[in-house]
């Protein structure tokens, strides 16, 4: 009943930027955790980044201080805004949301089916 839909992956080179949506078709936004995925070629899923209700954010180790996450309840979208993007960036990103809050450390419910980032040297 929840459909989340990502779109704005493509190629970039090494080091440019890349923004990615969510939109969500239910309006959860406000009381649920939402977060970034990824997946590499040859590599296990990670969690890029995290959003709370209020704003709280987790990130990544591998992408602080280059990605930014945030969510626009108004609009049921979540945003993943990648700076200088590196080959290792590479991957299927994939947008994930649960009713419950981030702090009760939630199974991630709800899927999108993933836009690809390309990373180019």
């Known amino acids: 009943q929840v459909h989340l839909a990502e779109s704005g992956g493509g190629s970039v080179q090494a080091g440019g930027s890349l923004g990615l949506s969510c939109l969500v078709s239910r309006s959860i936004l406000s009381t649920s955790c939402m977060a970034w995925f990824r997946r590499a070629r040859g590599k296990e899923r990670e969690k890029v980044a995290t959003?709370?209700?209020?704003?709280?954010?987790t990130y990544a180790e591998s992408v602080k201080g280059r990605f930014t996450i945030s969510r626009d309840n108004a609009k049921n979208t979540l945003y993943l805004h990648m700076n200088s993007l590196k080959p290792d960036d590479t991957a299927m990103y994939y947008c994930?949301?649960?009713?419950?809050?981030?702090?009760?450390?939630?199974?991630?419910?709800?899927w999108g089916q993933g836009t690809q980032v390309t990373v180019s040297s």
């Open positions: 994930a949301a649960d009713t419950y809050s981030c702090d009760l450390n939630p199974a991630f419910a709800y």
């Open positions: 959003v709370d209700s209020v704003g709280v954010t």
